[in-house]
Nanobody, 116 residues
Framework: QVQFVESGGGLVQPGGSLRLSCVVSGTIFGPYPMGWYRQAAGKQRELVASITSGGNTKYADSVKGRFTISRDNAKNTVYLQMNTLKPEDTAVYYC??????????WGQGTQVTVSS
């Protein structure tokens, strides 16, 4: 069964940076598009960034220009570099496959809190 293990979250001041990592196991990683999702308290989970097997990326308008998604197929790992963080970025961040490949199984996520 596919497993996602997210890490790298924490408490950061507005304007700061964090780099999230997600190690994927139990599935073939390379051919699939991957995404980073987030869920803020009281809100639905949303896709913030995605990357295809070939490295093409897409971003939600709210994070465009501030977040960068990347992947290392040799390590079965997807990353999210988050810069110029804002309080509204506060959420639990998850990774999963993107689109129709998305798994019903989710990891525990990693908490990102942006606060002064």
């Amino acid at each position: 069964q596919v497993q996602f293990v997210e890490s790298g979250g924490g408490l950061v001041q507005p304007g700061g940076s964090l780099r999230l990592s997600c190690v994927v196991s139990g599935t073939i990683f390379g051919p699939y598009p991957m995404g980073w999702y987030r869920q803020a308290a009281g809100k639905q989970r949303e896709l913030v960034a995605s990357i295809t097997s070939g490295g093409n990326t897409k971003y939600a308008d709210s994070v465009k220009g501030r977040f960068t998604i990347s992947r290392d197929n040799a390590k079965n790992t997807v990353y999210l570099q988050m810069n110029t963080l804002k309080p509204e970025d506060t959420a639990v961040y998850y990774c999963n496959k993107d689109g129709v490949y998305r798994s019903s199984s989710w990891g525990q996520g990693t908490q990102v809190t942006v606060s002064s």
